[in-house]
């Protein structure tokens, strides 16, 4: 949020659609929208309520020109000090906030040492530009190196039906720690949400193109596993999404799930995961599904 070839307009009303339906956690990051789009939104839609809604924000990672490349621009990640200030601070100023109630690393950088952003971060918490910190996309190790040098709060993984890597390592270390782990994909951009058709081909200007779960046998074996659940999802009477979140939410050591909505209808539809209840029946029926499928292969790029 938000997103290639949606409005201002429809991005504003989509979260406050989200709030009205009872979204009380907004995910956001620096690098949402190449000039701050998401941030901006977020504003315009929380107006006056901003003690109303957490909001999460992302630094460390930013888009960068790219004039021999194609497209012409790319995502850059950067976590030295002064890099991940100056991306809170302008942060803050799109949203119209004085701090950031969570604030993740977005990613680790390769190039710079986990301890210098974990310090960087430490500082934003101590001078109250954050209520508390999170990191996101990284190893156990990493969060250890990190929490050693700033008090962590939350990890921000992809976790989903299918792509269950966290729970080897990650996982285990954020619940022997008290860290609150947010499970972002869990719709797999759309996929487990039941409205993608067999054969269909995502343009370039769709994101999902370069993703291998959106092609060939595995696209096709995720859409057989799908189908699976339309049954639960019936006899529950709710959107085969809100059973898929549901069933996310309910994940040993799984504190909140993030999903992402393109328009006012799809946010109040996602929302109403708050209100199914999945009982034994469903759940037996879920696990057979996804032994099945069986899990997908290799770790999908963020």
């Not at 994940?251 to 209808?265: C, E, N, R």
């Amino acid at each position: 949020m938000t997103r290639e070839g949606v409005s201002r307009e429809v991005a504003v009303a989509t979260v406050r659609a989200a709030i009205d339906a009872g979204v009380t956690h907004l995910d956001t990051a620096y690098c949402y929208g190449e000039h701050g789009e998401s941030e901006q939104a977020i504003r315009e839609a929380v107006g006056g309520g901003r003690d109303a809604v957490v909001i999460a924000g992302k630094c460390g990672i930013h888009w960068k020109p790219d004039p021999a490349g194609s497209p012409p621009r790319r995502q850059v990640t950067d976590g030295r000090p002064e890099r991940l200030r100056a991306e809170v601070e302008e942060s803050l100023r799109r949203l119209g906030t004085d701090r950031l109630d969570l604030l993740y690393l977005h990613a680790p950088d390769p190039a710079v040492p986990i301890e210098d952003s974990a310090g960087e971060l430490r500082r934003l918490l101590d001078a109250g530009k954050a209520r508390a910190i999170g990191l996101s996309n990284a190893s156990a190790k990493n969060l250890a190196r990190f929490a050693a040098e700033c008090p962590l709060a939350a990890c921000q993984m992809q976790f989903n039906m299918l792509q269950r890597e966290i729970e080897a390592e990650v996982l285990p270390w954020c619940v022997a720690h008290g860290v609150a782990v947010v499970a972002y994909w869990p719709l797999m951009k759309g996929l487990l949400a039941g409205r993608m058709r067999r054969g269909q081909v995502f343009p370039m200007s769709d994101s999902r193109h370069k993703y291998p779960i959106f092609k060939g046998v595995e696209f096709e074996r995720t859409l057989d596993f799908v189908d699976a659940l339309r049954p639960v999802a019936e006899r529950l009477g709710h959107p085969l999404a809100n059973v898929v979140l549901a069933w996310t939410a309910e994940q040993p050591g799984i504190t909140s799930v993030l999903f992402g909505a393109t328009s006012p209808d799809q946010a109040s539809d996602n929302a109403g995961a708050l209100r199914c209840d999945l009982d034994a029946a469903a759940r037996d029926a879920i696990q057979a599904a996804i032994q099945a499928r069986g899990p997908v292969a290799g770790r999908q790029p963020a």
